[in-house]
């Protein structure tokens, strides 16, 4: 059944309603946040380049704030960047990158994207 309301409390229930629908979301999209970087450290670690296996067995998730989490390369971040792009040989020449950060990426954002959506769609 409905809830009567007073005319001089429809601010303040429209302010809690507010609120609790906030709180729900933003709890919500955290968790989606936090399930979507963990995903993405599954698949760098299955898709990574692996010679010894130290590189892969690197990544992690870190959380960095509310709804912010950092993927990185915890023991082997230097290579990170020679690895998807490429580099030049000491002796000349070149070594070709082996894109694998890029692709996780572009598979994990859109997923999260939508995760989103249908949050903010269903108001938590």
């Avoid at 082996?98 to 995760?115: D, G, V, Y």
Wanted: hydrophobic share 35%.
């Amino acid at each position: 059944m409905a809830e009567v309301v007073k005319v001089d409390g429809l601010a303040g229930k429209i302010i809690l309603a507010m609120r609790t629908y906030t709180e729900e979301v933003g709890a919500a999209i955290e968790e989606a946040v936090k399930e979507t970087a963990q995903a993405l450290v599954a698949d760098l670690r299955e898709t990574s380049p692996k010679d010894t296996g130290e590189y892969a067995k690197g990544w992690t998730a870190r959380k960095e704030g509310p709804g912010r989490y950092v993927v990185h390369n915890k023991e082997k971040y230097r290579l990170t960047h020679l690895l998807e792009h490429g580099h030049a040989k000491s002796g000349g020449g070149r070594v070709e990158g082996r894109p694998h950060i890029k692709p996780a990426e572009e598979r994990h954002i859109p997923q999260l994207e939508r995760k989103i959506v249908r949050i903010l769609e269903r108001g938590g």
